[in-house]
């Protein structure tokens, strides 16, 4: 069975998303859909795909099997209600919406449609990132006690119109760079008690660099900082540091350019044991993009929920970052 798929945006995302179809086993791209025409046509020339200028034609479309939502955040909501009122499954970028209404919205009626939705938080799929996780869940290393995380990178110059360094659009590098390690954070330690932020902001307004403090049940504690006021000849750098009872998990990564650009990182992942010399685990080259798109189209032909991230995971990484805004502005910690 050829799963059908419609991708709406043929920028920086839509180039990603079409890319890691080609090595998807049973998965066609069908058609492109972007505002602007030329960008649109040009990526659907590269799949032999149709292109589209208005979204609203691809997902009506009725041999469409999902629908990829690479698109301006601002536009997530009203997209992935018009694909699932159509029935289309749903892979959407992160993060989930702007904001928690529209979160609510979207879950309930992918739930209600009984679609497949899932937002893309490329971490669960980014290979050091799953292992970490699963050290964690075999107790290789024992109890977690705090997360460190890191993520620069030079300021964006590819978006369309440069919507995403409008704070209104995009509410900064919280939601499109923070987010990402909230929720790994998330996912390692469970959901935090409480946040503390401070923000630098760039000229045009949004905090575009941010470190937080976040407090966990158990007495773990996680360090996020993330940030894109860097010159654009900063490497993409993305690392974090898992301490736990026995040891530790040490991941750094930079690349120059953007992420997708993997086998020209310098990186190092390296396991520490009080017990054992350092383990220095192997580096996988294997495209996070790509793993998380053939999870979410296996969860289709299998006709079973996604379960690595479900759409409350992405609306309660939403919520976590949009506390830590509220901290910036109020400068008091926000409990959650
Ligand atoms: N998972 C990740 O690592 C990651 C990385 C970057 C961006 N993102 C997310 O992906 C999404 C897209 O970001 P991007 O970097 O690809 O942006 P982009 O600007 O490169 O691409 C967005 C595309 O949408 C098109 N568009 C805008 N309005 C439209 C409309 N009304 N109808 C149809 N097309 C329209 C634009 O012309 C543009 O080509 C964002 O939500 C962002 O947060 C995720």
Redo the contacts with the bound molecule.
């Keep these: 069975m050829i799963i059908k798929i419609g991708i ?7 180039h990603t998303h079409a890319r890691a179809y080609k090595e998807i086993k049973d998965t066609e791209v069908v058609g492109i ?4 025409s030329d ?1 649109a046509a040009r990526l659907a020339k590269m799949y032999n795909a149709k292109s589209y200028s208005d ?1 609203d034609k691809l997902i009506y479309r009725e041999d469409v099997d999902v629908v990829d939502i ?4 601002p ?2 909501h009203e997209y992935v209600m018009k694909a699932a009122s159509n029935g289309k499954n749903i892979l959407c ?3 989930i919406a702007l904001n928690l209404k529209q979160a609510d919205a979207m879950i309930n009626c992918a739930k209600n449609l009984k679609v497949k939705f899932m937002v ?1 938080h ?1 971490l669960r799929f980014w290979p050091e990132y799953v292992e970490a996780k699963q050290i964690v869940d075999k107790e290789i290393l024992g109890k977690p006690l705090e997360i460190s995380t890191t993520r620069l990178v030079g300021t964006p110059s ?3 119109n440069d ?2 360094l409008n704070p209104e659009m995009s509410l900064g590098a919280a939601l ?1 760079l923070n987010i990402h390690d909230i929720d790994f954070a998330t996912w390692i330690l469970g959901k935090p008690k409480s946040i503390f932020a401070r923000g630098l902001k760039s000229f045009r307004g949004a905090y575009d660099h941010i470190i937080s403090v976040l407090d966990y049940e158990r007495g773990s504690q996680a360090f996020v900082e993330a940030g894109w006021m860097f010159p654009q000849t900063f490497p993409f750098t993305t690392a974090f540091r898992v301490l736990c009872r026995r040891g530790c998990i040490d991941f750094n990564f930079k690349v120059p350019g953007t ?1 997708e650009r993997r086998e020209k990182a310098e990186s190092s992942f390296v396991i520490y044991k009080k017990t054992a010399p350092p383990r220095y685990g192997k580096i996988v080259k294997k495209d996070p993009y790509g793993e998380e798109i053939r999870y979410f189209i296996e969860c289709v032909k299998d006709d079973r929920e996604p379960t690595v991230v479900t759409p409350e995971q992405a609306k309660l990484a939403l919520r976590i970052t949009l506390a830590g805004l509220k901290s910036i502005e109020m400068g008091k910690v926000v409990k959650l």
């Design positions: 709406l945006g043929a920028g920086y995302m839509g859909a972007d505002i602007n960008k979204p690479c698109l301006p955040t536009l997530h970028e992160k993060p893309a490329t590819w978006s369309e919507w995403i499109d992420a």
